[in-house]
């Protein structure tokens, strides 16, 4: 056996196989439009940090217009998201948009209507644990909806 070569030819595979693995790795980039002063889509944001994505925010003063051209209109929060195509409409987990990505249908995006208590970024100690049940919608791009993932 010719120790040497071996060495070289698993030199050789990992270099081939490392940029494949750094690619497959890198975490799912996530764009949130939000008005400056709004601490939910902050903490919306962190939560979508800490679970692996990497998120750019940008302030506006406005964030109807983004809203209607992702096709949300009817289904209004505080922040769009934009992931891979998809429009994410306000306090949506970073399961649920995980679950999109994998079944990739044919689909606007999501949406968590209003501002439920105890989804992600209305979750903090000023709401003292309360929760709303409430819908996570799955919006086709003629802007009707389906359930996607129930809360109660």
């Known amino acids: 056996m010719n120790v040497p070569r071996l060495t070289r030819r698993l030199a050789l595979a990992a270099a081939l196989c490392l940029p494949a ?6 975490p799912t980039r996530v764009e949130v439009w939000k008005t400056p002063a709004c601490g939910c889509c902050e903490d919306w944001i962190q939560h979508m940090r800490d679970n692996g994505f990497a998120v750019t925010a940008h302030d506006v003063q406005d ?6 051209n992702a096709g949300m ?3 209004g929060s505080c922040h769009t998201a934009a992931v891979e195509g998809y429009a994410i409409e306000g306090h949506v987990p ?3 948009v995980r679950r999109l990505l994998l079944e990739k249908p044919d689909a606007a995006g999501l949406a968590a209507p209003g501002m439920p208590l105890g989804s992600p970024g209305m979750d903090g100690p000023e709401y003292g644990g309360r929760k709303t049940p409430h ?7 003629r802007g009707g909806a ?3 993932q129930s809360y109660r």
């Open 21 to 26: 693995l750094a690619a497959a790795q890198a």
């Open 63 to 68: 964030t109807g217009p983004i809203r209607r």
């Open 73 to 75: 209109a009817d289904y």
């Open 94 to 96: 970073a399961s649920d």
């Open 135 to 141: 819908d996570v919608v799955l919006v086709d791009k």
């Open 146 to 148: 389906q359930v996607f």
